[in-house]
């Protein structure tokens, strides 16, 4: 771990736990004990727009060149989204992890890193779009004092997603991997790069193909909108578990503000703090007391858990049994 990561990790630990104790843990614990054994539930509900999310991946591979299959796109998705959540990798780490995935199950480099990269761009769109929607839904719910200082909050969030998309969009089609690639041997003294930079080129052309299937494009990225907004069962549930019942535009709203401020705070390791803080701030538009948001915030984290520790778990075991393989 990286000195920055460390640093990264220690504040969102520290944000997450300042925010807890200005509620009371008691209180915030008591509210989340209520949602009992419904949270399974949840993790549950969250395997539909994983499935989404995994297909928007497939799609943007040519079956007439690669042999993939949805299961193996659920399982990269499944075990990229784990180490999202709980490695130190930043937003970087998900990706990484879904490529080498997909390359040890027979797809060469060049198509897994570009069909990865270029549904991860979309999935940003798509979210940016949901958020949209759900700053549409607002001025309903604010009154006009708290509806400036949220709106303040949601357009920073938006503007970073926003600004971060559309200089990765450029890079991505100005030769990205290929560009990174020569940067890095410039420091790595007499060692011969060609072949590397060689098979960066070979991605960066795959991206460029992967942007011109304008109809796998298209799919790709509705197919990710379609996961944003399945998603959003998950806080209607939560809040029913946890007897406060809302509305689905409610629970809409919540889902898709909150995800913004969470991917905002993408630095963070979990965005530990950040995700909270953005619950707190948002509680107020729909009547929640700031115990039951950071109840909320808490279901979705325990969600996180019981589908990204076995993720994980899948992923070491998976990767032990390759080295065996190997070693044979």
Known sequence: MTRAAIWLLSAGVLLFAGVLISQGFTAVFATLAVAGWGLPLVALIHVVPLVLDAASIRVMFDTTKVRSSLRDAVFARWVGESANSFLPAGPIGGPVVMVRYLV???????DAAAGVTVSTTLQTLAQIIFALLGMMLLGAHASQASEHSVRTA???ASGVLAFCLAGFYLMQRRGLFGKLMRALARFAGKRDWSKVTSQADAIDSAVQDAYGRTGRVAASFF?????????????YVILQLLRFPVGWSDALMLESLGQAIRAAGFAIPGSLGVQEGGYLLLAPLVGLRPETALALS???????VLLGVPGLLYLHLSERGRRRRLAI
């Open 104 to 110: 040890q199950r027979g797809m060469s480099m060049r």
């Open 154 to 156: 949601l357009l920073l």
């Open 223 to 235: 197919l990710s909108l379609l996961g944003w907004l399945i998603g959003t069962a998950e806080v």
């Open 298 to 304: 808490l279901a979705k984290r325990a969600r996180e």
